[in-house]
Antibody, heavy 118, light 109 residues
Framework: EVQLVQSGAEVKKPGESLRISCKGF????????IGWVRQMPGKGLEWMGIIYPGDSDTRYSPSFQGQVTVSADKSISTAYLQWSSLKASDTAMYYCARSTAGGDFDYWGQGAMVTVSS | EIVLTQSPGTLSLSPGERATLSCRASQSVSSTYLGWYQQKPGQAPRLLIYAASTRATGIPDRFSGSGSGTDFTLTISRLEPEDFAVYYC??????????FGPGTKVDIK
């Protein structure tokens, strides 16, 4: 069974760094792109970036380029989303999702809530 | 930059009724790369339809997708209580690489 299991909720202060994770189970992790999607409280879905763990090819939404870093460690089937300096406006639920060749996200993680507050 | 617009913003219907949701793109989208998702409160989104009209695994046949070019439609033939949720369309390929629409909320009348 395909599963994406994300790390837990985080509470951080503005200016702190953070890395959240997404571990894949039940499929060849290096054969599918893994994307990250933000959902701010009460709002819609926003695509942030995507990585191909097989060769670490990475693409970003222009809205998030330079704001976050997407990476992966294929040896442990895990993708990461990281911030070097969090802002209050980064408070949101973050989902990882597996992308098919057709650009659909067919499996999703359970989400990781990130709260940034002083 | 491609923009997806969904209408209506909210659709108030009763169980058993037919729901018709629209997704309009600011540029032509290949049907191969248009999907629909359902999201219930407190849950991750779920893929319903891919390639504009193909149901994802395990999705009931009351859900159907259609359309091409810039106009796409998700139809729920007879609403079940578990279908009241928010629905998003999503495209792949145009810049930005992935784009979601703002969503249509289907709520109980």
């Amino acid at each position: 069974e395909v599963q994406l299991v994300q790390s837990g909720a985080e509470v951080k202060k503005p200016g702190e760094s953070l890395r959240i994770s997404c571990k894949g189970f039940g499929y060849s992790f290096t054969s599918y792109w893994i994307g990250w999607v933000r959902q701010m409280p009460g709002k819609g879905l926003e695509w942030m970036g995507i990585i191909y763990p097989g060769d670490s090819d990475t693409r970003y939404s222009p809205s998030f380029q330079g704001q976050v870093t997407v990476s992966a460690d294929k040896s442990i089937s895990t993708a990461y989303l990281q911030w070097s300096s969090l802002k209050a406006s980064d408070t949101a639920m973050y989902y990882c999702a597996r992308s098919t060749a057709g650009g659909d996200f067919d499996y999703w993680g359970q989400g990781a809530m990130v709260t940034v507050s002083s | 930059e491609i923009v997806l617009t969904q209408s209506p913003g909210t659709l108030s219907l009763s169980p058993g009724e037919r729901a018709t949701l629209s997704c309009r793109a600011s540029q032509s989208v290949s049907s191969t790369y248009l999907g629909w998702y359902q999201q219930k409160p407190g849950q991750a989104p779920r893929l319903l339809i891919y390639a504009a009209s193909t149901r994802a695994t395990g999705i009931p046949d009351r859900f159907s997708g259609s359309g091409s070019g810039t106009d796409f439609t998700l139809t729920i033939s007879r609403l079940e209580p578990e279908d009241f949720a928010v629905y998003y369309c999503q495209q792949y390929g145009r810049s930005p690489l992935f784009t979601f629409g703002p969503g249509t909320k289907v709520d109980i009348k």
